[in-house]
């Protein structure tokens, strides 16, 4: 299953309304616009996140902390779980 996280979904629909009428983000509203700003910073966060739980968890088991490697793994997944 692909999760598609409701910001990344509304991301889509702002980029393809601004296709559709020329393909500028300034064709945008004001508010789309806004939005479209709020829903990058959304996504930076979720990326940095994961991407931080990834790299930790690759150290952990690295060190061979299998229990620090399966708490990060868990953190992941309810992360993870929540971009349905």
């Known amino acids: 299953m692909v999760a598609i996280h409701a910001v990344h979904r509304r991301l889509a629909e702002l980029a393809l309304k601004a296709k ?3 393909g500028s983000y300034e064709r945008l509203s ?3 616009r806004q939005e479209l700003v709020h ?3 959304v996504n930076l966060e ?3 996140k994961l991407d ?3 790299s930790l968890a690759f150290l952990a088991y690295e060190q061979g902390d299998m229990v620090w490697h399966n708490e990060i793994c868990e953190k992941l997944e309810e992360l993870e779980a929540g971009l349905i």
């Open 46 to 48: 979720l990326v940095r």
């Open 39 to 41: 829903c990058l910073s």
């Open 20 to 22: 559709l009428t020329g």
């Open 52 to 54: 931080s739980l990834k």
């Open 30 to 32: 004001l508010m789309e």
